[in-house]
Structure formats: structure tokens, C-alpha cells
């Protein structure tokens, strides 16, 4: 191809339309490009497709199998089908399973449309099991036949071992973005992967040591692309636990960094002039999203302002950090 030739185009139908989408694009982008968007969970622009969820499976004229859009390329003729018996059927049956073992409660607003539109209906699995605590010591190998009147779930205590973040693995559905970004697709520290088989499989640290004493260098970018509320600021978790939590009423200023020359940029998500959050835009061409430790985490000096005072949220912090 001559330099600054547009790639080659391929020509496909989606739901019976028309679209043309430049070669190497996925069934996802040519959905985007024909104006219908799609439901992903394990998918985000700034991550490498892991094919974790299936939530976004297409049916494709003439394959067998259901194809994921967000991974699958397209190819000349193709014709997708994003809204027929099955696909519906399937997006229903994943959702469904998704939530009856985990809690998906802080999911965002796309998911619970999607599955509002569904007619999900995770309760009909039975009342979920209630907590257990040794998820983490499962071995491969190790089956356990539920009572037959609950759903078994992946539900135990939140853990919290650190000042900065909290993992609550009651709300993990299996991504894949934590590990992702956590390896090669960011931060390349792999402190975190997944352990276990089968429904005991969980994201662990090696050995399931604390964070502070496994490798992690608390960027916080798995927080970012998590999309269930499983990994979160302990600000916002302590928040929301005081019943405090109110997004409503905050505000999001964006900045650049001021620890570094990278220039990554910031947004500032403040509440009662405090700040409880820090996240970056995903479509930032220098950091996708992603920060390291100070950008995330190194915004208390802001709020050490003196007259600035006390207010409700830092008592709230300061007592459930005795
Ligand atoms: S902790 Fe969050 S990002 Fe990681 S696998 Fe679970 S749901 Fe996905
Ligand atoms: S977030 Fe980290 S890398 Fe980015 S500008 Fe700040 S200090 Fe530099
Ligand atoms: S979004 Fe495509 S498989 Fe999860």
C-alpha cells in the first residue's frame, strides 16, 4: 500500500445494512460504524480483546458457532445478524449466570440496560449462596456440589490490606481487564493473574499474598477498566459504605499531572471540595487511561489545605481508618 493510501476497505451487512469498515476491523467496529452499538463487559478500547464474557456474541450467516464481535475480524460479504433468536437468547443466559454468582450492583448504565432489555432474570437460578471464605485456598481439581437450592456464588469479605484500594471479589464476573492492564497491555508489573479452575477460578496475587507484599505497584489502572466495582478507591469504598457516596453531587475537573513530564491527564472527581477519585480519559493519546501511583493516589497533599478543615467524608475516613 502506497504511504497515506487508505487501507483496504471490506464490505459487510449488519442486521441487513450495508457497511463498509477498513480490513483488520473487528465485527465490533463495524457494528459502531453501522450506528448499533454492542454489549461488552471483558472488552475496552484500550485493552487486547481476552474473549472472557461472550456478551457480545454476534451470529454470523453460515457459522456454526456465535462469533465475539469485539475479536472476531470481518471479512468480505460477511452477513451479522446482532439482534436474532439467538444472540438474544445467549446475551440473556450470560448475563443471567453473571449475576447469579456475583454482584453485579455497580455495574454501569449500559450494562443495565442491556440486560433490562433482555428480560434477564438472574433470581429465577434460586436465592444466591451466601459467603464463603475459602475461595482462595480451592485447588484445581476441586469440585463441590451445591445444596440445589441456592445459586452458588463467588461472595466472601472484601479484602482490604492497603491505604489506597480495596478488592471486593464478590463483584468479580472473570474479565480479564484487571489482569490485562495489570500486564502487557499497561502496566507489565503481572502482579495479579487468575488461579483456580472452574468455578473456583479467582484473580489472585502469587501465592494470594496481601498487595503490599506481592508485586504490585499500585497504579490503580486495574481499577479503572473494572467494570463491576470489584477493585476501588478505599475513599470511595468507605463512602459508600457511610452511605455517603454520592456521585450525584461531585464534580469532575480535568488537570495534567504535576509530578512528572509525561503529561498524563487527570480527572479530579470531587465531593464536599474533597477530592474521592482520580481517573483519566481512555481516549488520551499519551496514557490511554492508564496513570502511575502518584497521578492515581497522590492527591492528599491537595486536601492538607488547612483552613480547608474537616469535613464529613475526612471523619468518615479517618474513623474506619482508626
Ligand atoms: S476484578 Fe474487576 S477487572 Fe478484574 S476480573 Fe474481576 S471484574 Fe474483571
Ligand atoms: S501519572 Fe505518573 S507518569 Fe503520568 S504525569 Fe503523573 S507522575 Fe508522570
Ligand atoms: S466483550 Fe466480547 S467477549 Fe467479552
Known sequence: MADGADPPGVTLTVDGAAVAVPAG???????????????????????????????????????????????????????????????????????E?????????????????WMSYYGCDPARYGPQAGPVE????????????????????????????????????????????????????AQNTFAIAVAGRGFDARISTEFDVGLTDSACVFCGNCISVC???????????????????????????????????????????VQDNRIVKVTSPIDHSVTSGHLCIKGRFGYEYVQELGDLAVTPIDEVLRRARG
Not at 465490533?28 to 463487559?41: E, H, I, M, N
Not at 475480524?73 to 433468536?85: H, K, L, S
Not at 475459602?134 to 463441590?144: K, V
Request: glycine share 6%.
Open 97 to 113: 449466570f453473571l449475576a447469579s454468582s456475583a454482584d453485579m450492583g455497580l455495574v454501569d448504565e449500559q450494562t443495565v440496560r
Open 227 to 269: 467494570p463491576t466495582g470489584a477493585l476501588m478507591f478505599r475513599s470511595e469504598h468507605e463512602l459508600r459504605a457511610a452511605d455517603m457516596w454520592e456521585e450525584d453531587r461531585q464534580t469532575v475537573t480535568r488537570t495534567v499531572c504535576s509530578y512528572c513530564g509525561v503529561g498524563c491527564n487527570l480527572d479530579l472527581h
Open 134 to 185: 475459602d475461595r482462595d485456598e480451592r485447588t484445581a481439581g476441586h469440585h463441590r456440589i451445591g445444596d440445589g437450592h441456592a445459586a452458588e456464588t463467588v461472595h466472601q469479605s472484601v479484602k482490604v490490606d492497603n491505604e489506597l484500594y480495596v478488592r471486593d471479589y464478590s463483584r468479580c464476573i472473570l474479565c480479564y481487564k484487571c489482569v490485562e492492564a495489570c500486564g502487557e497491555d
Open 25 to 95: 476491523s473487528t465485527i465490533l467496529d463495524a457494528c459502531r460504524a453501522a450506528g448499533k452499538d454492542q454489549p461488552t463487559l471483558c472488552y475496552l478500547d484500550n485493552l487486547t480483546p481476552v474473549n472472557a464474557c461472550r456478551v457480545c456474541v454476534v451470529e454470523v450467516d453460515g457459522n456454526r458457532t456465535l462469533a465475539p464481535s469485539c475479536s472476531r475480524p470481518v471479512e468480505e460479504g460477511m452477513a451479522v445478524g446482532t439482534d436474532t433468536d439467538r444472540v438474544r437468547h445467549s446475551r440473556k443466559m450470560v448475563y
